[in-house]
């Protein structure tokens, strides 16, 4: 059976995964490693490394496929497929990074709980801002904390450009995109699709960014597909 690792995004725990452990349970054995405790991605891929078998299956979901493409560089020979959900190749720009900075100063100062429907704003369209997604989403950010997040901002500011990569990616690729994902939009997930040779592209209905927990009966036929090619 295949050893499968999933890796949140921002301010995500375990519990963004729980819909897909259960439904490829019967197909890979499925582990969640955080992208919470350190402050750079390259430190996160190490981590994840020291932590998977020899050879393993990979998705990450937004922060977790900008960790996974670093896996990619460091050891592409560990990762037998790997599935990016709901993410993107690109650096921050500029006015993005500094708007993570304005989050990040408020979290610092008490502000924490006070940002949390922001983020969530740009992350899910409106349907999906309040009820069972809303609710899972301020759990999980709560879980993770102040320290965590900080840690994750810093790591998604000092992201590298992945595009010239992905060309060098062997092994079977899914890209999963929701259709109204404002965040990283469908146009990023087309470009990786382009970019990665022989990769599949699923767009999904009715999505977000945050689509693992959206729709999580397509994500996990997306990935149950995947895992069987």
């Not at 430190?43 to 922060?63: E, I, K, N």
């Not at 899910?124 to 102040?146: C, I, T």
């Not at 469908?186 to 990665?196: G, K, T």
Request: negative net charge; contains cysteine.
């Amino acid at each position: 059976m295949t050893d499968l690792i999933l890796l949140p995004g921002l301010l995500n725990d375990e519990r963004l995964w729980a819909g897909q452990c259960a439904d490829l349970a019967d197909q890979a054995r499925v582990r969640v490693i955080p992208t919470y405790t350190h402050d750079s991605i390259a430190a996160l891929a190490q981590s994840v490394l020291d932590q998977a078998p020899p050879t393993f299956a990979l998705a990450g979901l937004s922060m977790g496929g900008y960790v996974s493409m670093e896996i990619l560089r460091r050891a592409p020979e560990r990762v037998e497929r790997v599935a990016f959900v709901s993410t993107t190749a690109r650096p921050d720009l500029p006015e993005q990074t500094e708007r993570r900075r304005v989050l990040m100063e408020m979290a610092a100062s008490g502000g924490f709980s006070r940002i949390l429907p922001t983020v969530l704003a740009s992350m899910v369209p409106p349907d999906h801002a309040h009820g069972p997604v809303a609710d899972l989403f301020h759990a999980m950010a709560e879980s993770v904390g102040v320290e965590g997040f900080l840690r994750q901002q810093s790591a998604i500011i000092g992201r590298v450009d992945s595009r010239p990569g992905l060309a060098h990616i062997s092994c079977p690729a899914l890209v999963v995109v929701g259709r109204d994902d404002t965040l990283t939009p469908p146009d990023r997930a087309e470009e990786m699709a382009d970019l990665i040779p022989g990769a599949k592209l699923v767009r999904i209905a009715a999505c977000g960014h945050l689509s693992a927990i959206e729709q999580p009966r397509a994500v996990s036929a997306a990935l149950s597909l995947w895992l069987q090619g």
